[in-house]
């Protein structure tokens, strides 16, 4: 399978806690981009990278949030003193870049529980 | 199985009935629209695309209509099957990056 790929796919932890995912894009993507969904909503734009630039965070929630792609490969999602709130689906997906109206392609996601 | 014109947040559909999905979008400005469906404990799938100088576009079984005066977007699914059961949701791209879902239709297929 040559889709996103995210690790993990669920993620239990304490309130407090620092939680990291991570997000394999589709190899020949340069564009990947982070998203949250909570239950019965769309997703909600988070951030996004072009190659290893972010080039968007407005969006992320918090400044306990922060999003890295350090090769322009893979990338990482991390949430600092996780909070209830926090409970989501933190979905990742890529696009080929710099070509007008190409598709967003989403991975399944990682479901993070905080308790 | 249709909600012509409306956003129904929930459809029931005969096995082997047409479907048709309603969405609403916001912004006048977004030039590129895009269905997803989305199936439990997974992320959104790609179904179709279409960009604002259409109104119409085919793929397999499914049809999508833009009607960019009233803002509106339609899915249509020809020969519903018990595998289209699912969330479906459009998104616009108002700018050249950020995807902005609409409310999600959980259309379900009665055998």
């Known amino acids: 399978d040559t889709g996103v790929s995210q690790d993990p796919r669920h993620k239990i932890t304490k309130r407090g806690q620092n939680v990291t995912f991570r997000c394999d894009p589709i190899s020949e993507h340069n564009r990947l981009y982070w998203y949250r969904q909570t239950l019965g909503q769309g997703p909600e734009f988070l951030t996004y990278?072009?190659?290893?630039?972010?080039?968007?965070k407005s969006r992320l929630l918090s400044n306990r949030f922060s999003a890295e792609r350090p090769k322009g490969s893979f990338s990482t999602l991390e949430i600092q003193r996780t909070e209830q709130g926090d409970s989501a689906m933190y979905l990742c997906?890529?696009?080929?870049?710099?070509?007008?109206?190409?598709?967003?392609?989403f991975g399944d996601g990682t479901r993070l529980s905080i308790l | 199985g249709e909600s012509v014109g409306l956003h129904l947040p929930t459809l029931s559909v005969q096995e082997g009935d047409n479907s048709i999905i309603n969405c609403a979008y916001s912004n006048s400005a977004s030039d590129y629209f895009i269905w997803y469906k989305q199936e439990s404990g997974k992320g959104p799938q790609f179904i179709i695309d279409?960009?604002?100088?259409?109104d119409k576009r085919q793929g397999q079984r499914v049809t999508v209509l833009l009607n960019k005066t009233v803002k509106h977007l339609s899915l249509q699914i020809a020969a519903t099957q018990p595998g289209d059961s699912a969330v479906y949701f459009c998104a616009e791209i108002p700018n050249d990056y950020k995807l902005s879902f609409g409310a999600g239709t959980t259309v379900t297929v009665r055998a």
């Open positions: 990278f072009q190659n290893e630039a972010q080039l968007e």
């Open positions: 997906a890529s696009s080929l870049g710099g070509q007008i109206n190409q598709p967003q392609h």
């Open positions: 279409i960009r604002s100088n259409m």
